[in-house]
């Protein structure tokens, strides 16, 4: 920028401001719009203004990708406004293996997600219809399943019974989480339990799975619902991609696994876009209610 | 001497260990397969039919590893495909509507991972064989017998009651899976079998078993007619609301 400082040493100055024009070089930073306000997509690579990304709730304008959204925005955009009471906050001892550095993993996962476990559990209304939701945080250690996750999940669908409500559970998870032992795969049976009788008792369950979505989760409470739909472009099976790849020796086909491709073989009700969820959520629950 | 945690896991897939269909041999009298889950095909890897347990007619249900190695090769080394859980649902409903105890044998390292089983639902299969048995009104008894290898044993064991034979193992990731997606070291196998709490002595303290039988065909089949003839005595919904207690308490 040309000020006062500018003609006491001109020489300097040019050299300074005009030195990467005059040998070709690209300037270190470029008189260009803020980097906080551009956005890039993880999928097509384009950047997109900041704010048309958050208008779209988290969606490419470029391309339709869906961004992984963190538990509470995804609250704040699926539950009427100030309508969720957030239940079910019990932390119990989760190392009980006492496996090794989990207690670390446990620290950085709540440092980088900003929440106590992998799934907030509540109650809410959705376009006026009263409803028990359960979203899976995929920032704390990637939505893993550990006892306190399947617990909390467990606690909602038996409140629902006795309070007669219908579940919506956003799900996102890598799995059962190993550093739990066979106590996170017990929560798969646990959580199943739990989806019974509230099917049993004549109740609805709605469930919604986003990027990614595998193993436990996937071989549990994500595919139990009475309806299943997912997010375009989401990662949903029960072996990751890697895992297969290693294990047949071979690449996998563009667009396994992909919410796409599992709606074709007859596993999804539905792919739905994120700015048409929350009106699919709200007739269905019109239709139960 | 004290056998380390790696070493019952290789004591657990040894070849030399009685498979599913030697048990179900042993105990039980006049078996007759009964193949398909009528909706897709047959899964050797998943055995199951009508045995005779001191003529009571049960259902019974196994994982099936092979004899010798082209048994292994057509039985998938005992990982099963959805259509192995399907059918193995089928004949648990079946075993409900005519009030026949179900008894499971589990040994596998886990449920296949491929493409055929992910474009058939094998995250689908599993999840409804774990919400099914969950209210089965009929009692279930599930014996680890080898391998116990993550989800895919877990669709055969929410039983009322649980059994390891000695030496197996049971475990939510197989110790090469852990070392090599925690660590990046496929040398931690001993550190993750230890850590993952995975042999029968450690599942029984912590709950998640009921009891541990000696490799001991007649041991077994004192402890199988213990189990008919309690289960015998109660009422279906007793029956169910147990079972869920039983897992309910994770």
């Known amino acids: 920028m040309l000020n006062k400082d500018s003609f006491k040493n001109p020489e300097l100055w040019l050299e300074k401001h005009n030195k990467n024009k005059l040998v070709g070089e690209r300037p270190e930073t470029l008189p260009s719009i803020p980097e906080e306000l551009w956005r890039s997509c993880p999928a097509c690579r384009k950047p997109s203004l900041a704010d048309a990304v958050t208008d779209l709730l988290e969606v490419c304008p470029q391309c339709g990708h869906h961004f992984n959204l963190s538990a509470r925005k995804r609250i704040d955009i699926t539950a009427d406004e100030g309508s969720f009471i957030e239940l079910f906050t019990v932390v119990g001892e989760r190392d009980v293996l006492k496996f090794p550095g989990y207690k670390d993993k446990l620290e950085s996962a709540k440092a980088a997600s900003g929440e106590e476990e992998s799934v907030i559990c509540g109650k809410c209304t959705i376009g006026g219809y009263e409803t028990v939701l359960c979203v899976m945080e995929p920032a704390f250690m990637m939505g893993s399943m550990g006892r306190v996750t399947g617990e909390r999940i467990t606690m909602a669908f038996e409140m629902a019974v006795s309070s007669e409500l219908p579940v919506v559970v956003f799900c996102a998870s890598g799995g059962a989480r190993m550093q739990e032992g066979m106590f996170s795969l017990m929560q798969m049976a646990k959580t199943s339990g739990a989806v019974k009788f509230h099917s049993l008792a004549g109740l609805f369950y709605l469930s919604v799975i986003t990027n990614p979505t595998t193993g436990g989760v996937t071989a549990s409470f994500a595919m139990e619902g009475d309806v299943i739909i997912a997010e375009p472009g989401a990662l949903i099976g029960f072996a990751g991609p890697r895992v297969i790849e290693q294990t047949i020796r071979q690449k996998l086909p563009e667009g396994f696994q992909s919410a796409e491709f599992v709606l074709s073989k007859g596993f999804l009700d539905a792919v739905v876009q994120r700015k048409r969820l929350k009106t699919f959520i709200t007739s269905m629950l019109k239709a139960h209610s | ?215 001991d065909f007649t041991v077994l089949k004192n402890e199988i007619a213990g189990f008919l003839t309690g289960s015998s005595e109660l009422d279906a919904n007793d029956i169910v609301s147990r079972r869920y207690a039983r897992y309910r308490k994770f």
Request: glycine share 10%.
């Open chain 2, 1 to 215: 001497m004290k056998i380390s945690a790696y070493e019952q896991v290789k004591i657990a897939r040894s070849n030399e260990r009685p498979t599913s269909l030697q048990y179900i041999n042993e105990l039980f009298d006049g078996f007759i397969p009964l193949a398909g889950d009528r909706k897709y095909g047959e899964d050797k890897a998943i055995e199951g039919g009508i045995a005779f347990f001191d003529n009571i007619p049960c259902t019974v249900i196994g994982l099936e590893k092979g004899s010798d190695t082209s048994d292994r090769i057509s039985r998938n080394f005992g990982s099963a495909h959805p259509e192995g859980y399907r059918k193995s649902l089928r004949l648990m409903k079946q075993a409900e509507k005519f009030r026949r105890p179900v008894i499971c044998f589990v040994d596998t390292a886990g449920a296949f991972c491929g493409i055929a089983a992910e474009e058939r639902g094998q995250g689908q299969a599993i999840a409804e064989n774990l919400m099914e048995m969950m209210t089965l009104k009929t009692p279930v008894l599930s014996i680890l017998i080898g391998e116990g290898g993550s989800g895919g044993a877990l669709a055969l064991a929410i039983a009322d009651e649980v059994w390891m034979i000695e030496n197996s193992v049971y475990s939510v990731i197989s110790p090469e899976g852990c070392a090599s997606i925690l660590w990046k070291d496929p040398l931690k196998v001993e550190l993750a079998a230890e850590s993952l709490g995975l042999t029968a002595h450690d599942l029984i303290g912590f709950g998640i078993i009921d009891k541990i039988i000696p490799l």
